[in-house]
């Protein structure tokens, strides 16, 4: 039987479809995308691509809080008027670099892959995910992608939509991760795969509400200084004990993987 602690080799798994583990696993780790996965706001960094590296003020001043998605539809849209096509978005995607210490983590996640679920939950758009991940050489970490869908259409044009439409008050007009984890929690219940602690590394604010439905026995990994981590620490002072997961902080996401190793120590 093998131990707990035994690395096995990476399976190949594309978004939920791949081969078997002997069992279920273990733990279900989800990450965010930017500023947490790569060192950047992806939706930022396309800019490089746009004439100038810039955007006009006309584009900019269309921005509304709450509804970026819709503005990076008309940001997508004026670099397509400008001509920039699929091969210079890629170029840049493929060249925003990791988080620091996120190879770390991805490396010992390789080596430990059948104790983790892995999935991703982001609020950019798969095509972006995608090229990075695949170029960094981690696609086939990943279980399930989640994030706002988005293509290329017979122009040549990169168009990106929402992802769905949900209630809560707190998350932008187009994403709720909350809503994406509390339902796909559901699903692998129904297929009869529970698990015995989830982790969430995440930046965001919109990381902080999904982070909510973590329980005592769960651990959230904010980005040191980001918003998810000045939320976590100011619910904290309002309401101690509302914050039920673990929360441990993180610069390097290589303390991410130092502290999933003491895990899997602890179990063995």
């Known amino acids: 039987m093998k131990r707990c602690c035994e690395g096995v080799g990476l399976p190949c798994l594309f978004k939920g479809v791949g ?20 060192n950047e706001n992806s939706d930022d960094s396309i800019i490089r691509a746009a004439p ?4 006009p003020e006309h584009i900019r001043q ?8 819709e503005y990076m539809q008309r940001v997508l849209a004026y670099m397509g008027d400008q001509g920039v096509k699929m091969g210079d978005f890629k170029t840049v995607y493929e060249n925003i670099p990791l988080s620091p210490g996120m190879l770390d983590l991805f490396q010992f996640l390789s080596k430990n892959h059948e104790l983790f679920e892995i999935i991703l939950i982001s609020d950019a758009n798969m095509f ?8 960094a050489g981690f696609y ?5 992608i989640f994030s706002n869908p988005s293509g290329f259409d017979k122009r040549g044009y990169f ?10 008050l707190d998350c932008p007009a187009n994403m709720c991760k909350r809503k994406i984890l509390t339902e796909y929690l559901a699903e692998r219940a129904q297929e009869e795969v529970e698990f015995e602690r989830v982790f969430y590394v995440g930046d965001g604010a919109n990381d902080f509400c999904p982070s909510m439905t973590l329980t005592s026995a769960d651990v959230a990994f904010p980005r040191k200084g980001y918003p998810m981590h000045r939320m976590t620490q100011e619910m904290e002072k309002k309401q101690p004990g509302a914050f039920q997961a673990t929360v441990v902080p993180w610069e390097s996401a290589a303390e991410v993987a130092r502290y999933l190793q003491e895990v ?3 179990k063995c």
Do not use: V, W
């Open 62 to 69: 269309t921005f509304r809080e709450g509804f970026y998605n």
């Open 19 to 38: 081969m078997a583990s002997p069992r279920p696993p273990k733990y279900l780790l989800i990450f965010d995308f930017d500023e947490t996965i790569i």
């Open 52 to 55: 100038g590296q810039a955007l």
């Open 140 to 144: 086939s970490l990943f279980r399930k």
């Open 128 to 135: 972006g995910i995608e090229c990075n991940l695949r170029a």
């Open 159 to 168: 168009t990106l939509g929402p992802y769905h439409s949900h209630k809560c």
């Open 264 to 266: 899997l120590k602890k």
